[in-house]
């Protein structure tokens, strides 16, 4: 603690007045009421000190670098908007007057015409009740494990990019007429970063291996399925690892 010339200043405390024998907070120097103090491992500190350190000591982070995640989720948000949008378009609400499926689904003629938010509004459609639930049901099963894993700001990028690379996937190597709605390169994505997060924990692969076979196989059985866009939502693979982990360091909260 010093005292001498600083002594000599009046410091006005909110809970004790005036004093003309003020201390300085051994870590920020600042002048302090002598009874606002308290004594730390070496010197005293001020309450705003004592506050501060008390908010970084709760800041918990998971091994990727991310804030740990507590309360709602970026993955229940999106299952939420998807349902939300689902409804509307069943219900047959039109925007502009154009049904919500003719104003916002990834038509190519429309994207190569300049619409390019298409291939991101698309990704929130779906075709039928079935392939909202299974896409539903992934988000659900794997999004909260990968966004603990990750922390919001990373979870929200890589759901957006991989929605983002399957649309343009579908696009660029899809028939020059077609059309094509849902969530499935974002929860591709999501798959490839689970099975990265698996591997860095040394947890057991085999079950996400295991799905993603099996669903890249129904990718290639149905003519209907837009294998494209499910294999550009995984186009973050790098190596052995996807680049959005490596967003670890660019992307700190």
Request: aromatic share 10%; charged share 15%.
């Amino acid at each position: 603690m010093s005292e001498g010339a600083d002594n000599q200043a009046v410091v006005h405390c909110r809970q004790h007045g005036p004093t003309d024998r003020p201390l300085a907070c051994t870590r920020c120097d600042t002048l302090t009421c002598p009874q606002c103090l308290t004594p730390a491992a070496v010197g005293s500190h001020c309450p705003d000190c004592i506050r501060s350190g008390a908010r970084s000591q709760r800041v918990v982070r998971t091994p990727f670098g991310a804030r740990a995640v507590a309360g709602w989720h970026v993955s229940t948000v999106l299952v939420m908007a998807n349902v939300a949008i689902y409804i509307a378009e069943s219900a047959g609400v039109k925007i502009g007057g154009q049904t919500i499926l003719t104003r916002f689904e990834l038509f190519h003629p429309l994207v190569a015409g300049g619409d390019w938010w298409r291939l991101l509004t698309s990704t929130f459609l779906h075709g039928s009740v079935i392939h909202l639930a299974f896409n539903m049901a992934a988000l659900i099963a794997f999004g909260p494990q990968v966004e603990v894993a990750m922390g919001r700001v990373r979870f929200a990028a890589l759901y957006f990019l991989a929605a983002l690379g399957g649309s343009v996937a579908g696009y660029v190597f899809g028939p020059p007429g077609g059309a094509s709605v849902g969530a499935s390169g974002a929860i591709f994505g999501i798959f490839a970063a689970y099975f990265v997060i698996a591997r860095r924990v040394g947890a057991d692969t085999t079950p996400i291996v295991a799905l993603l076979g099996i669903n890249l196989l129904f990718s290639f059985a149905s003519p209907i399925i837009d294998w494209r866009g499910h294999f550009g939502g995984m186009v973050a693979l790098h190596g052995d690892d996807i680049v959005l982990v490596a967003l670890d360091d660019a992307l700190r909260e």
